[in-house]
């Protein structure tokens, strides 16, 4: 089971609003509602930022939010702030057998 | 507080054996599938091995089948990764991470970090 695909970087400046893509295969993506999306700060434990494609968690901000279409999830970042820059991951659920797959990690860069 | 501290982790030879373990505090560690995560230096997450709740179903990723073993002590609050014939891509830091929303993974350990080289 191959990674997701998702770029391997993004800009945005203080204020906008940036997209994440994940893009699986028609075995995770696009067979399941269970795409997650996880913010990593370097040197620290990643943390849950969606879940089931577009649900927030509690105390997740709704500056984040996600979205999915066919094979392809994404995640949107709102009102673009400093504490935003992190590497961002997503994950889909893949099966019973595979189970999870986690995306490739996207540098997300406040400039 | 919820809280997943990992331990165990440390240099080892190519071929050895190291078990990884995660003590879960904070709430009731019996209701919840957990699960072992790792990235590599510099790379990506990679899911390795999963648990249900009562310990009586697991799974591996392909990568570490035959090889890892995931157990748990719901009596302890403890989570345990059994890793043996480990090889130098095995390195890694290692996660221990809380099945708590639907295939979301809500709460994450420190990580313990393991390496295997001669």
């Known amino acids: 089971q191959s990674a997701l695909t998702q770029p391997a970087s993004v800009s945005g400046s203080p204020g906008q609003s940036i997209t994440i893509s994940c893009t699986g295969t028609?075995?995770?993506?696009?067979?399941?509602?269970?795409v997650s999306w996880y913010q990593q700060h370097p040197g620290k434990a990643p943390k849950l930022m969606i879940y089931?494609?577009?649900k927030w968690p509690s105390g997740v901000s709704n500056r984040f939010s996600g979205s999915k279409s066919g094979n392809t999830a994404s995640l949107t970042i709102s009102g673009l702030q400093a504490e935003d820059e992190a590497d961002y991951y997503c994950c889909s659920y893949a099966g019973s057998s595979t189970l999870y797959v986690f995306g490739t990690g996207t540098k997300v860069t406040v400039v | 507080e919820v809280q997943l501290v990992e331990s165990g982790g440390g240099l080892v030879q190519p071929g050895g054996s190291l078990r990884l373990s995660c003590a879960a505090s904070?709430?009731?560690?019996?209701?919840?599938?957990m699960y072992w995560v790792r990235q590599a230096p510099g790379k990506g997450l990679v899911w390795v091995s999963r648990?249900?709740?009562?310990?009586?179903?697991?799974s591996n990723a392909d990568s570490v089948k035959g090889r890892f073993t995931i157990s748990r002590d719901n009596a302890k609050n403890t989570l345990h990764l059994q890793m043996n014939s480990l090889r130098a891509e095995d390195t890694a830091v290692y996660y221990c991470?809380?099945?708590?929303?639907?295939?979301?993974?809500?709460?994450w350990g420190q990580g313990t970090m393991v390496t295997v080289s001669s």
């Open positions: 648990i249900n709740s009562d310990g009586s179903s697991t």
């Open positions: 904070g709430f009731t560690f019996s209701r919840y599938w």
């Open positions: 991470t809380r099945g708590g929303y639907s295939a979301g993974f809500d709460i």
């Open positions: 089931e494609v577009s």
């Open positions: 028609s075995s995770d993506v696009g067979s399941y509602n269970l």
